[in-house]
């Protein structure tokens, strides 16, 4: 299903090349001021345009076209689409021929059969993901002080990122990247233990951002190597903070009130410019295959601001929650 | 909530010095052998017992309470628990006092106040995940084909598993370890794009279990020190297999019928036989705290039966919802 | 929240002077034809124009925006979506201050506070059951065999429907009616026992049409007086068709194979156009209030559509649930 | 699906004549006062043992297994079970052969094959209403000043409810009756519009009790023969209150202060002492049908406090997320 979330719950719809994209945001609480200008900044950062970007750029100017009036989210349902404009969608055919490796072109095929949409990646286009991106301000309103910054550490295995982009460009490949998510002002008490923990809800929606290959809160995969002695976070005052913070501002499922810290690898964009080997389904046999156009050289540089949102409707989600409990 | 899953659904309660934990598995399906000898195997894998696991053994005998007649389930919910038999809860008032560090001492007594159970951890202790293991066990007989299986490959930081455990015996110290599994014989069609991709409900379950930092599908974090050229698995034949699997069996969030790979840290165990600083709410201050009792020094050991059933039960929710999508 | 449904998930969007209002569709198999025209029939059934409705015509044109290609779903979420064009919003700041009587002004108020759109019934407007109509065509076409008819037997308390409309019009008041409904070739086996029993499920559903007052199912009220050896229905061949069919075709929340029949009370339009008595917050007291513009004399004539869709969302869903289960 | 609500989520397991029937509450705040024995008043009310119904009794002795601590409620699931003791299961086979008029016998061969357990009526037993009664006695706690009361005001069609059973009971037939159920003291601003409308909520809940044929909010069937100028209720001080009540308190979904007031058609048992025709599927030919045993007269004698306690879940849900609401 395409939606996300208990009490704020976000429905995203669209096709690359459809009519309309958008998002619905059911449960958002009246009252908070909302204008298609406060999408400006975020989508500014999500959108193609400086080195290792694709050229082509898309406007992504949003229609808020219900749950807002006079300037506030009324608590009905709330509804921001966004009218695909100049597309040009080519011959597509040959992607029931020769499924390009690393989309999903070949399980669209054997999921919906013949009635996918393949134009521009159809449903599966990252363009999609403009409306987790619409959510999460939204949801960065109802955070208040807690705020969410996610960025790009590294691509392509090193620190520069500029010098690895350019190499990637250089060679016709892509490249991938690591993004480090920080919520800091947490509030104690967020999550469940066990099935709605904090960090399970956080690692759902981020694997709904397409090209994420893992997550690790705090210590991550180093955990693994560590001693308890040293994994464990010394509560140094009353309100909880600790010294170190391997755990990642949750024990138990619970935020504890030190800052939620992740990592997501991005993997390097699936369409580059050379020709890969894969196989041809009308003549039943391996070929090579040049994907046309232009790419993103590194599609992580976009990502962070969509992992930022993500993150951001999760937490707007469980503080709502949170609220309900208190008796 | 401590519920998951669309049409399988699996609700976990319980305490550790409860009188019962157990769980409900609504929409199973009717038909399916089962009894409570079935659950032998994959308890004994997650019991105590081995070198690097608590002496403390408990019998973990199920009932299996409703949803089952003449040895078949009955399309009703399946409820199987387990009576709670000789626990001794000594005294927890110094939990509130001292909170353990590691544990969620500090954020249940937030979250729930005075009310949390604290004897043995209560419900959040690793205890309850008795449930996730006999829902799996249901689960896997609605997997087919498919199989699960998860295995401890490293501990410590060393392959050589058994004497980083002794090493860490000998310290009175705790350590960690990275669990891997494999899915395989998968069918092509499981999962959705975005919020309900494959991996984002695998990763949601494995974040339901205690201690795990983190999960990677494939190429996860090497990922993105790879390039596109590097990384795209060329299909080799019409059954969709690839030549390589760094996408773990997923494309678009949507299985593709390779095997599907993943690999979780576990931390350390929190609770260690050396003495730790943590803040003493009552005085006021850090001080140090000697966590008495005998504890799995390598908790990891008993998780990989858990992460397999965990999984299991995502790939029988999916393989439900599959079949209902053919008109 | 504004959805319903487990498989077949409909979310419904839109305030009745807003910019958009629509309706997506989570979960529609994929290659079902469909398009704008197919619309067309349910919604000329919903929209005013004959006598008894209201003389305002709204054009009420679909887009499918989303989940549709080259003329059948796709399987990723379907969206149909109509632009609200000429409306003219008068003002309404009196309803803050003499909420009218039967409308939802005072409870709207009081539960967004200002924040509400007030404008022509805002997200209250039973102009948003369009979205649902939308849906129900979609969901007839899952159904198959299935047909789903409702019709207005009685209005005013007459049979003699047209003459209770012109009386009701004659004296500026406005009159209710009941509706009933027929599900025929019903499948056996759809719903649970308990909360999701076929009943449960259409009653959620028939309550979510604005103006609705009760419902009953087969013998319905009558069954309050009736004895068992008459109202149990006897079987009378291997299809389980039985007698007489006071069980609607559920027993035990299942569906049998024999119709589901169920009527609903409309009751009359609130708005009349006779001056009534109601609260004055600004002048703290009661006072006499005249709805200006022109109503619906019984909006129970337009709503028969929308009983119908609401009923086959509901069984295109349990449809697709049934068929998850079979092992 | 076996369980109900978003916030404060009931889900129910059992069969009549299993080893354990039960309750697991989702989402209940820590701190409420519950032992077994608060559950004691509402389980007599709904235990047979009076004039019309059946003189086989049940001790229905409760068993709270998780969720309390020290006599509060801790936050984590709550689960009350109920042992099964002294089940005798007689020869069921007949049942198969010969299904019972007004029974679920054949619709659960049908939907679950021979996977069914119909010792006793299985998990379609009444007796799996105690989940019900048990989660709404810790529901009303959560409701404060609200009250929920309901009362059989008819049985056979007769407000002299005594001789209407004891002349069924010398018919042996079975006879039904009407259940009204008054909330008063509720809260403004609970439930939504549409889809989780606090009628569409409710309803849903009661149809999920058997034998319930219908309902009626406020003015109910008689609202279709009334005229606008009658029905609209005049608001007539600050607080909300009506001078008629006929939308039952809740206008465009939402509780306006005023009482809810609803009623419930419930059924003849279908048990009863006459031999009644059926279908015979090994003869292949209707024959008669005499069931043995002792059974209710009038079922709808026990049902008030169902309808009661699963009118007070719905509450306590709409509550818990109204809670939610205010930023």
């Not at 967020?190 to 290959?213: C, N």
């Not at 540089?301 to 951001?312: D, K, S």
């Amino acid at each position: 299903m395409n939606s996300f979330g208990r009490l704020f719950r976000v429905s995203i719809f669209g096709e690359s090349h459809g009519i309309q994209i958008g998002v619905v945001i059911d449960g958002c609480p009246p009252g908070i001021s909302l204008e298609e200008d406060d999408l400006k900044d975020d989508f500014a950062r999500r959108r193609a345009g400086g080195r290792g970007t694709t050229p082509r750029i898309e406007p992504d100017i949003p229609r808020i076209v219900s749950g807002v009036f006079q300037g506030k989210t009324t608590g009905a349902p709330l509804t921001i689409v966004f009218e695909n404009t100049n597309v040009k969608s080519g011959d597509y055919g040959n992607l029931w021929d020769q499924p390009r490796p690393g989309h999903a072109d070949f399980t669209a095929q054997k999921k919906y059969g013949a009635y996918n949409d393949p134009r521009g990646g159809g449903h599966f286009s990252g363009r999609i993901t403009l409306g987790i991106v619409a959510a999460g301000v939204v949801a960065k309103k109802i955070l208040g002080a807690v705020k969410v910054t996610a960025a790009l550490i590294e691509a392509g295995g090193q620190k520069d990122i500029a010098s690895a982009v350019e190499a990637a460009i250089e060679s016709k490949d892509s490249i991938g990247g690591i993004i480090e998510c920080c919520c800091t002002n947490m509030p104690i008490g967020l999550g469940e233990p066990f099935f709605d923990s904090a960090e399970a809800l956080i690692a759902h929606m981020i694997f709904a951002v397409p090209a994420t290959r893992g997550i690790e809160f705090g210590s991550g995969f180093a955990a693994a190597s560590m001693k308890g002695s040293e994994h464990n976070d010394c509560i140094r005052d009353e309100q909880g903070q600790t010294i170190t913070n391997y755990a990642s501002g949750i024990n138990g499922g619970i935020t504890n009130g030190n800052d939620i810290v992740f990592r997501v690898p991005i993997k390097p964009t699936s369409s580059i410019g050379l020709p890969q080997d894969t196989y041809n389904f009308k003549e039943k046999t391996v070929s090579s295959l040049l994907i046309e156009g232009r790419h993103d050289t590194c599609i992580a540089i976009r990502i962070p601001v969509v992992i930022e949102c993500a993150t951001a409707i999760v937490l707007a989600d469980l503080m709502l929650q949170e609220r309900s409990r208190r008796i």
